[in-house]
């Protein structure tokens, strides 16, 4: 019940294309939802996160959409671009108990130009 | 702002040789601190958990351990190193909340870097 289930593993887009990446969760209790990007020996950075109470949060060319129901969030980069290629994390988290956030296992992308 | 640090950025240690990685964090008073280990192209792994000085939660058994001796300090260590210790370490910081409020993000370092050989 504590996992984020992320897919797909790996992605590969044109130069310009739109890069999407899902994530599923379980635990109800999550309210928190950031998504990180992590580049080559360097440590994950916050890249945009949203709460429940909205169903999409957009930021540059990237959003989040969130839909309650399904339990599912996933990650839009528009207009994709070569210094995009990086490893995201999609996390999640709630206020109840250790304050811990809740990993998916990461998506490497490629952006090709 | 608040600005974490991690020390060494890199580390090559014998087998049985013994560890210690350090964290700081500036800027922010009373954090959350936490430990993660990143495998070669894998996910995150939390390791300890801190939400004060002395309070340490381990989530993974194993041969490591961890130590918060001061506010914005945070020391990950181990006695004797084994091969399978060999990663890429991370720590992070979140601002910390009252049990019941809702979640918050975590902040993180810039790694470091153990090959255990």
């Known amino acids: 019940q504590q996992q984020v289930k992320q897919s797909p593993q790996s992605l590969i887009v044109q130069k310009g294309g739109i890069s999407i990446i899902n994530c599923a969760y379980e635990?109800?209790?999550?309210?928190?939802f950031p998504w990180y990007q992590q580049f080559p020996g360097k440590g994950p950075a916050l890249l945009i996160a949203?709460?429940?109470?909205?169903s999409e949060k957009k930021e540059g060319r990237f959003t989040i959409s969130f839909n309650k129901s399904a339990k599912q969030f996933s990650l839009h980069i528009m207009d994709s671009q070569p210094g995009d290629s990086a490893t995201y994390f999609c996390?999640?988290?709630?206020?109840?108990?250790?304050?811990?956030?809740?990993f998916g296992k990461g998506t490497k992308l490629s952006v090709i130009p | 702002s608040q600005t974490i640090h991690q020390w060494p950025a890199t580390l090559v240690q014998p087998v049985g040789s013994p560890l210690s990685l350090e964290c700081t964090v500036e800027?922010?008073?009373?954090?959350?601190l936490y430990w993660y280990r990143q495998a070669a192209g894998r996910g995150l792994q939390l390791l300890f958990y801190?939400?004060?000085?002395?309070?340490i939660s381990s989530e993974v058994p194993q041969n490591l351990s961890a130590s918060r001796p001061q506010d914005r300090q945070f020391i990950l260590s181990s006695k004797k190193l084994l091969l399978s210790d060999s990663g890429f370490y991370l720590c992070?910081?979140?601002?910390?909340?009252?049990?019941?409020?809702?979640?918050?993000?975590?902040?993180f370092g810039p790694g470091t870097r153990l090959l255990v050989l």
């Open positions: 996390a999640a988290s709630s206020g109840a108990g250790s304050y811990q956030l809740t």
């Open positions: 800027g922010t008073s009373n954090p959350n």
């Open positions: 949203i709460r429940p109470d909205v």
């Open positions: 992070a910081w979140s601002v910390r909340r009252p049990v019941g409020l809702k979640g918050e993000t975590q902040y």
């Open positions: 635990n109800t209790a999550f309210d928190y």
């Open positions: 801190s939400v004060g000085i002395g309070q």
